[in-house]
């Protein structure tokens, strides 16, 4: 019940935003009553809560399942952009920015998400990149990753790319390749290449 509560509540906030999905609407979605809801959480805000953090549990063993995946960083990189990123940027933006200003206790949590687990794995791919020769081996690993961070979240912001923003699983691989290209190696541009016309990319 927990489950069929927590996708339903996710697949409305993902698509209309926080603030405008009520409780009612939860419930009506989810075929149950709102008291049966209540049992469950406290409040709202424990259920953003609770969808935050499955989201970011889920992006996170995506993340850990490209870099099994991956015979290299770059490829690492591009199927993380296709699997991993692809889910956070078919959620329609005002889920982000309600969380942020609504329900900061889960917004905090993002944030941290961010901190201990997104920005080291941008770090680790680096290196990963840089000791299989793919990367080139003078990468500043304090400044790139707060670089990529950025153009990832830029991706999932409506006003940051107006023209380009129709399509956002195709503006993150456009910024993407545009990361890629700044960072990689004369072997790696190779893969880029081929990734490329593999459609990976």
């Not at 889910?87 to 905090?108: G, T």
């Not at 020769?133 to 670089?147: A, F, K, N, S, T």
């Amino acid at each position: 019940m927990e489950a069929q509560i927590l996708n339903k509540a996710r697949d409305l906030f993902f698509n209309y935003g926080l603030k405008s999905v009520s409780m009612d609407d939860v419930a009506k979605e989810a075929g149950v009553s709102k008291k049966t809801i209540y049992q469950l959480v406290t409040d709202k805000a424990e259920l953003v809560t609770k969808v935050a953090c499955h989201l970011m549990q889920h992006h996170t063993e995506e993340m850990e399942r490209c870099n099994k995946e991956a015979q290299n960083a770059v490829e690492e990189v591009a199927l993380q952009t296709n699997i991993s990123f692809a889910p956070l940027a078919a959620i329609r933006y005002s889920f982000f920015y309600d969380m942020e200003k609504f329900f900061p206790q889960a917004w905090q949590l993002l944030v941290r998400n961010r901190r201990e687990h997104f920005l080291p794995n941008i770090i680790r791919n680096l290196k990963r990149g840089m000791q299989e020769g793919v990367y080139r081996p003078d990468l500043d690993l304090e400044m790139i990753p707060q670089i990529r961070l950025q153009q990832l979240q830029s991706a999932l912001q409506p006003g940051a790319f107006p023209d380009l923003h129709n399509n956002q699983q195709l503006l993150l691989q456009r910024l993407t390749r545009f990361y890629l290209h700044g960072i990689t190696s004369p072997k790696g541009s190779e893969l880029i290449t081929k990734y490329l016309t593999e459609n990976k990319l």
